[in-house]
């Protein structure tokens, strides 16, 4: 109970935004909160937000775990053009479901041990070890689509985008589900802790004895299989493979969710559940301009006033200002990092 | 040491010389000055932002905003010139200073927030592209007719290619840009906040100045990138030049420029624009080759590249006998 409060007080800053973000737009429009029951599935606005917001979360999951090692994947939104290519090839040329969705998760996975093969063996910088899948990326994903938007019809497969579990759509089971497993993975096993250390200091890590380069490959193939679903639920959603247009950008959105959600982009401290609300924020702010009539373009100024603000507030220089400004806190605030539960 | 110094720069001009070679042995057409010119006038704006981008990296640190910049140049000139009446060389003028300070911001946001440049840049980027989409949605065509003499000045080469004048102001950009780098105090401080930002401190590089100076001049060559830009398309469009911060990176990359900052050339950065326009050149040429080869080579060069950087580096610990204390 206690651990639930603690990690409630943790996400304090991110459930108020949201609730902030949400009740403004409730406020604008009375309807936004409506939520039906129709052909045995939810419907309104709310869930929409869930379901828009689906890849950008499925993608903060991983990321957040690259970020807490002090990296970055920016090659996800390629990734996710790849896979979604693969699996919409893998269909049209009549594979079964099973082996077209275990493919392109192998494939997405591969990305992701490249990436990791760089970072952890080459020691290349994270940002452009990344960098190269993403240029190369969409070009593979268009030598795979043969240059066109591979449309299918796999009821199967279009379940994924449009399907519903227990009244609630497909994608968001999704990344729910993938969430509670890896934040659980982490959180229940010395794994999360061991990622943070290599953040803080992947040096001293190693010298102590953590498994660096194992973990930071683990962390990298997370990040591509996190991309892996993401790109089948947008394959999913649009019933074709757009190579030019999966994904575009979404690594943009990802990184911005993960520090949203609280996570110093400095490594070391991460929260799952941080960006997973970080990437309802960020869909709940893209739906609120799009009801509001705004034209979408206000969307990159607000994202980018968002970072400024939180930049301010996650830099060293603002933080040290904090402490200068409330001494009388300084001695209750050093222990903030979560424990792994013995 | 002085030569694994040259050894990534000499590397990016024997692939670029092999290279050429190849294409010419393929399409003998394209040994001819119209070839060459035509690389440098399609590849100017790359080139000057590249040149930006080069003294971003060389000092550490990145900027992703450069693409947006280049497209919200555009922008603004389009509706300055069209919808406002002002004449081009005065909106020229304003371009480049909105350009400059907002990469002057960054560059103050950088260094006093002490947060990383990818992530400020990434705001840049954000808000610059913003601005350009409040600015117009839509593709604005330029039809002042001081934007039609500035195109029509040209610079003959023999064998009838045509050097135009936004070809010749990359060349002019690198040429300084090479000055500024080798030859200046500032382009020092560059190397030195590169090579190790702590020991610079210390030995009295005056941080901030250069930190905001590196930003200010890449968004001054982001601004001029945006000039010629729409000096080439002659109209600004607020999806135009999406990704050119790929493109540029890509190109200082190839161009034999340490990723990690404190070494490397301008003159590397041309050659790694060239490389990529001389791939597009060659799929052009072949015509059944399709334009995303460019982004498969692109990205194999860079791998290859960084790779060669690796190796440089650990040689030159080998040789330095650091490995001892570094665990392999």
């Not at chain 2, 117009?136 to 000045?153: C, K, M, N």
Request: charged content about 10%; proline content about 3%; aromatic content about 8%.
């Amino acid at each position: 109970m206690s651990v639930a409060l603690k990690g409630l007080r943790r996400l304090a800053p991110q459930l108020v935004t949201l609730a902030v973000v949400l009740a403004l737009i409730g406020f604008a429009f009375p309807g936004f909160f409506q939520l039906n029951w129709q052909n045995g599935r939810l419907y309104g606005s709310l869930v929409d937000v869930l379901n828009r917001g689906a890849p950008v979360a499925l993608l903060a999951i991983g990321m957040t775990l690259v970020i807490a090692t002090k990296g970055i994947d920016l090659s996800v939104g390629a990734v996710m053009a790849i896979t979604g290519a693969v699996a919409a090839s893998l269909i049209t040329s009549d594979m079964p479901l099973a082996v077209t969705l275990a493919l392109t998760l192998l494939v997405g996975l591969a990305c992701g041990l490249w990436n990791g093969a760089l970072v952890a063996f080459l020691d290349i910088q994270p940002i452009i070890a990344t960098l190269i899948l993403m240029v190369a990326g969409r070009g593979i994903a268009q030598l795979i689509t043969e240059g066109v938007i591979l449309t299918f019809n796999d009821a199967g497969l279009i379940f994924f985008g449009s399907g519903s579990v227990l009244g609630l759509p497909m994608p968001v089971v999704l990344w729910l589900l993938f969430g509670v497993l890896v934040a659980l993975l982490v959180r229940r096993t010395a794994l999360g802790l061991l990622i943070e250390a290599i953040g803080v200091n992947r040096r001293a890590s190693m010298l102590s004895g953590v498994r660096t380069r194992f973990l930071l490959l683990t962390v990298y193939a997370t990040s591509g299989l996190c991309a892996a679903v993401a790109g089948t639920v947008a394959a999913a959603d649009i019933r074709g493979a757009d190579a030019n247009n999966a994904g575009l950008w979404l690594e943009l959105d990802a990184i911005l969710a993960v520090v949203l959600g609280g996570t110093s982009l400095l490594g070391g401290r991460f929260s799952i559940a941080g960006s997973l609300i970080g990437a309802m924020i960020i869909q709940a702010i893209n739906t609120g301009i799009l009801l509001s009539g705004f034209p979408p373009e206000f969307n990159l100024i607000i994202k980018a006033a968002i970072i400024v603000v939180i930049l301010v507030v996650q830099s060293p220089a603002s933080q040290s200002l904090f402490v200068y400004l409330r001494p009388e806190r300084r001695d209750a605030t050093p222990v903030t990092r979560e424990r792994p539960a013995r | 040491m002085i030569r694994a110094k040259y050894l990534p720069l000499m590397t990016t001009l024997v692939v670029f010389v092999l290279a050429y070679a190849i294409c010419i042995a393929q399409f003998p057409a394209m040994w001819s000055t119209r070839v060459v010119a035509n690389l440098l006038t399609d590849n100017a704006f790359l080139g000057i932002a590249a040149v930006g981008m080069t003294f971003v990296i060389l000092s550490g640190g990145i900027d992703l905003s450069i693409g947006s910049v280049i497209g919200f140049t555009g922008v603004f000139l389009a509706v300055v010139i069209e919808r406002a009446g002002i004449h081009p060389a005065v909106a020229f003028v304003l371009a480049l200073v909105i350009a400059t300070g907002f990469g002057g911001v960054m560059g103050a946001i950088i260094h006093y927030l002490k947060m990383p440049a990818f992530i400020v840049t990434l705001a840049g980027m954000f808000f610059a592209r913003g601005m350009a989409f409040v600015l117009s949605t839509d593709s604005v065509p330029i039809s002042h007719p001081f934007y039609g003499e500035l195109q029509s000045l040209y610079f003959k080469l023999p064998g009838g290619g045509r050097l135009r004048l936004i070809g010749l102001v990359m060349l002019l950009v690198v040429l300084i840009g090479t000055i500024v780098a080798q030859r200046t105090r500032f382009g020092t401080n560059v190397y030195a906040l590169g090579g190790n930002l702590q020991s610079a401190e210390l030995m009295g590089v005056p941080v901030a100045r250069t930190t905001i100076g590196i930003y200010a001049l890449s968004g001054f060559l982001a601004g001029l990138a945006g000039i010629v830009f729409s000096l080439y398309t002659s109209a600004g469009y607020s999806l135009a030049a999406v990704g050119v911060e790929l493109d540029a990176i890509a190109a200082v990359v190839i161009g034999g420029t340490l990723l990690t900052g404190g070494a490397g050339f301008v003159a590397g950065t041309l050659i790694g624009v060239l490389i990529q326009g001389l791939i597009q050149t060659y799929i052009v040429f072949d015509g059944s080759l399709s334009s995303w080869w460019t982004k498969i080579v692109i990205g194999l060069l860079l791998f290859a590249f960084i790779a060669l950087q690796r190796a440089i580096l650990w040689l030159s610990e080998h040789r330095a006998g650091a490995l001892r204390t570094r665990p392999a």
